[in-house]
């Protein structure tokens, strides 16, 4: 289980600018849970990732996994346990460095550094294997530079190398977002294949209220730093995207809009 526990967190404190987006917030995320978040823009949607992957700091709480209190856990140590696919598909991949070597590189996540061969050729098949069920020809490509492809076949890329070593956590930035609608609907599907084959605990943010609702057993809508909506099992297989417009509709009309 994941759980943030009254988190705090404030922008510019101590300035005439400071804002406060978190304040005793908690959740707890359950193994093998798929939650989608919706909200504003500055609802606290990717901040939440950023305080859970420990890109950004908290100012009071804890994090917890399995109870184990990783608050203060380098950002790099989480990711041995957490895997994240960013909006940008070129922040989730080496551009300059080919097929092959993304993946020896997503292969090698986690393990000590020593002077070897930073290429295995024993591992290419079992890379093209994997590549191959994507189903878009990249296995053909191995050793094309992940810059000359598309941003649908770099975002799939970046799906398989956050999940290819053993991960507990899967955090999806808006990883549809910069893509077009039918590279969109070919990621959702991996994704979602991905996630059930490996079994993870995902959080996906995202602004297709669509997607929101047809993925996942949780759904979760954030305002201001809090959560407004939070169902899930067979209230959320009922939830319709019109229910979500509501209450986005709903918090519009609250604050004056």
């Not at 404030?10 to 300035?15: F, H, K, R, V, W």
């Not at 997503?106 to 093209?128: H, V």
């Not at 490509?141 to 770099?154: A, D, E, F, I």
Request: net charge negative.
């Amino acid at each position: 289980m994941l759980r943030l526990i009254d988190i705090n967190k404030y922008y510019n404190p101590g300035t005439v600018n400071e804002m406060c987006l978190f304040e005793d917030f908690s959740l707890d995320i359950r193994e093998g849970e798929f939650v989608s978040v919706v909200g504003s823009n500055g609802s606290g949607k990717t901040s939440m990732l950023n305080i859970i992957c420990g890109s950004i700091p908290i100012d009071r709480g804890r994090i917890e996994i399995n109870g184990v209190d990783i608050t203060n856990t380098a950002e790099y140590i989480r990711q041995r346990r957490i895997g994240r696919v960013y909006q940008n598909p070129a922040l989730g991949t080496c551009p300059n460095m080919t097929i092959l070597e993304n993946m020896s590189l997503a292969d090698n996540k986690g393990k000590p550094f020593n002077l070897q061969r930073g290429t295995d050729k024993k591992r290419i098949d079992f890379y093209k294997n994997i590549l191959s069920g994507l189903g878009l020809g990249l296995e053909d490509k191995m050793n094309v530079t992940v810059n000359t492809l598309s941003g649908g076949q770099r975002q799939a890329l970046a799906m398989v190398m956050a999940t290819m070593t053993p991960i507990e956590f899967l955090i999806l930035d808006e990883h549809t977002a910069a893509l077009d609608p039918k590279t969109a609907e070919l990621i959702m599907k991996l994704t979602d294949n991905i996630v059930k084959e490996k079994k993870l605990t995902t959080i996906m943010v995202t602004h297709n209220l669509r997607y929101a609702v047809e993925y996942g057993n949780r759904l979760l809508m954030m305002h201001q730093g809090e959560i407004v909506i939070d169902t899930l099992g067979e209230e959320k297989q009922a939830l319709k995207v019109e229910d979500i417009l509501d209450k986005f509709n709903e918090i519009s009309i609250e604050c004056g809009n």
